[in-house]
């Protein structure tokens, strides 16, 4: 009973401080966006936000190795077998540090060949600066890969709050640069290299942070393994399809709207879908930590357990988010001009309606998530997320067409209903109903 109270109180914890960081970040935002969008042509500033939100995706978009890694050093550290964390951790190390050499040949490639003025919708920015900021964007995503490894390491070992406060200290750097940049040389590329340079720092601190306290965890070159370089790539080839899938699923709107619309529209799309996103934001990182308390309660066979949890997560998580929406819809445009104080970029009829049933759609669909992982029912909803990035994509260039700028979001509800959430509420429903062991995809096709 103790030790069960104790992995409680160690997932609030965790969630406590994840949902504190997040708090910092947004408010943070809130601060510092209407201050560099009035220093910023319309242009100028849409471009920054798709840059910046760009290099978010690409910074956490480690395939699916840092997921893979966190799973396999928490098994180790359930058996007391340091060694194996340190196989883990120097392995996913030298698996990272690739990807980031791909990524910088990719970017050398690619940033000064291809028209990012006109994929962007930048119209007037000079088309040199476009390239420049891509290039710049795309290398600090590489080089930000490795660095993802201690924090990853850190929620392993139960020890989240270090990368939560490394990452507010991050932030706080941000925020202070950014304001520094807007009274002293308010300029798109200083705006940029702002950012990118306070972003790589909060991945830096717990990395140090790692290398200096956690003696279990120091990556040596003798630890690199290649049977652990095997299973990471399994587990996380299935893991990063999920999360690729996300993002073009989710983050690809913005651009969307930014190549059909124009940059000087994106910024009325990106500004309340940053206040509503906070929501299924908060949702989720509570929700997440169940992942392994499901894995725990399947193996004791605690069926009852399992599905009193999954029913209260999705019933609480599905409230939150329409208590949530029922407040954020009728006030979005008071918030938007008491925010950025700018008529233009209160959202259009249509768009908070749509952002409201995000929200709803989202909150269920994680709480939907986490039981499917936790049950290792993956293969499932890689399917139907396949299914649903390419549906929303297309249904999103279709309805910005026909409909402006609240249409990619419709078009990102309605899939991710009718595609996504009823069909892995079957599956979780099939699997309440017929329990077994739980083995994960990736280790019954290694198996």
């Not at 910074?59 to 359930?78: N, P, Y």
């Not at 399917?383 to 260039?397: E, L, Y």
């Amino acid at each position: 009973m103790n030790q069960f109270s104790g992995r409680w109180r160690g997932i609030l914890a965790v969630g406590a401080t994840t949902v504190g960081a997040r708090g910092i970040s947004l408010l943070a935002n809130l601060l510092v966006l209407p201050v560099v969008g009035r220093c910023l042509e319309k242009e100028e500033f849409g471009l920054w936000l798709n840059l910046t939100s760009t290099f978010a995706i690409l910074s956490v978009l480690d395939f699916g190795v840092g997921l893979a890694m966190m799973g396999q050093v928490s098994d180790a550290r359930g058996s007391d077998d340091a060694a194996s964390t340190r196989r883990v951790v120097t392995t996913a190390l030298v698996l990272l540090t690739g990807a980031a050499g791909l990524l910088l040949a990719l970017c050398g490639l690619f940033a000064f060949t291809l028209d990012w003025n006109g994929l962007l919708g930048a119209g007037q920015v000079s088309p040199a600066i476009v390239d420049q900021l891509v290039f710049a964007v795309g290398v600090t995503a590489a080089l930000s890969l490795p660095l993802t490894v201690a924090g990853r390491v850190y929620y392993a070992l139960g020890r989240g709050h270090v990368t939560a406060l490394s990452t507010s200290v991050g932030v706080l750097a941000q925020t202070g640069g950014l304001l520094a940049v807007a009274a002293l040389a308010p300029d798109l590329r200083w705006f940029t290299a702002v950012y990118l340079a306070t972003s790589l720092l909060a991945g830096l601190v717990p990395t140090l942070l790692l290398a200096g306290r956690v003696r279990d965890a120091r990556p040596r070159r003798r630890h690199v393994d290649r049977g652990t370089c095997g299973r990471l790539g399994r587990e996380g080839a299935q893991l990063f399809s999920l999360t690729l899938m996300g993002v073009v699923s989710f983050r690809s709107d913005s651009f969307v709207i930014g190549h059909y619309l124009g940059a000087d529209q994106v910024a009325a799309y990106v500004l309340p879908f940053t206040v509503y996103a906070t929501v299924p934001t908060v949702v989720g990182a509570f929700l997440t930590p169940l992942w392994a308390s499901y894995r725990e309660a399947w193996a004791r066979g605690d069926l009852a357990w399992v599905r009193g949890a999954y029913l209260r997560s999705v019933g609480l998580s599905t409230a939150a988010g329409a208590v949530a929406a029922s407040v954020l819809v009728p006030a979005t445009p008071w918030l938007l001009r008491l925010w950025v104080g700018d008529e233009a970029a209160v959202a259009p009829t249509g768009l908070p309606a749509a952002l409201g049933g995000y929200v709803v759609i989202m909150c269920a669909t994680t709480a939907v998530a986490v039981f499917l992982n936790g049950a290792g029912e993956l293969r499932p909803q890689i399917v139907v997320g396949a299914v649903m990035t390419v549906a929303n994509v297309v249904a999103s260039v279709w309805s910005v067409q026909r409909f402006g700028l609240s249409g990619p979001l419709w078009s990102t509800v309605v899939t991710q209903t009718l595609i996504v959430l009823v069909p892995s509420m079957l599956v979780a429903h099939r699997r309440l109903a017929r329990p077994r062991a739980v083995v994960p995809d990736v280790l019954r096709t290694a198996g």
